[in-house]
């Protein structure tokens, strides 16, 4: 028999929510571990076990918004910064895209708990996903995910060969 392991490690693991989420949902007798409700903290469970939320979980889940957003140069991802505004601040309900296949209206609740899954510096514009659930962080963005990220960079002035080299082979970032 594997060794037990924690029943919200277990579920972050299995992309089923964040470890807080998960001890939320424990506490509130939320999640059923082969058959059974549990409602402990710090439980422990066989690895092989078959987790379930209850459907209140789920129907939360449900409730929770992730918008694609193209940042503009001059904005940041995240924290606001003296001078500079967060690209959050663009979400409204003027810019939501009226194409007309939106499956849900802009609303304020949508802004609350919102956060950026990577970043990109206040000098770069692309393609931003601020979500509020954090499976979608997680495979975005945790240290697990294999998502390739691209960027395209553009220099000033004249790029020497070695520099060229460097530009052409990929460049790895916190990793």
Same mark, same amino acid.
């Given at each position: ?5 924690? /029943? ?5 693991? !299995? ?7 998960? +001890?939320?949902? =424990?506490?509130?007798? /939320?999640?059923?571990?082969? *058959? ?6 710090? @439980?422990?469970?066989?690895? %092989?076990?078959?987790?379930? /939320?209850? @459907? ?34 663009? =979400? ?10 939106? %499956?849900?209206?802009?609303?304020? @609740?949508?802004?609350? *708990?919102?956060?950026?899954? $990577?970043?990109?510096?206040? +000098?770069?514009?692309? #393609? ?7 499976? =979608? ?19 000033? $002035? !004249?790029? +020497?060969?070695? $520099? /060229?080299?460097? #530009? %052409? ?5 916190? *990793?």
């Amino acid at each position: 028999m594997a060794e037990p392991v924690r /029943l919200s490690k277990l579920m972050s693991e !299995r992309g089923l929510c964040s470890r807080r989420e998960a +001890d939320s949902y =424990i506490e509130r007798g /939320l999640v059923f571990v082969d *058959g059974r409700r549990v409602s402990e903290l710090g @439980t422990k469970v066989d690895p %092989n076990c078959a987790i379930r /939320l209850d @459907t209140q979980a789920s129907a939360q889940q449900q409730q929770r918004v992730t918008l694609l957003l193209h940042k503009p140069v001059g904005y940041v991802s995240g924290q606001p910064e003296p001078g500079y505004q967060p690209a959050v601040t663009l =979400i409204r309900p003027d810019t939501q895209w009226q194409d007309g296949r939106a %499956n849900q209206a802009f609303h304020p @609740t949508h802004l609350k *708990g919102l956060a950026p899954a $990577g970043r990109l510096d206040i +000098d770069s514009t692309g #393609l931003l996903v601020l979500t509020q659930d954090g499976r =979608i962080a997680k495979q975005l963005i945790g240290e697990n995910s294999d998502i390739e990220k691209e960027y395209l960079v553009r220099v000033e $002035g !004249r790029l +020497d060969d070695k $520099g /060229l080299a460097l #530009l %052409n082979h990929g460049l790895s970032l916190d *990793g």
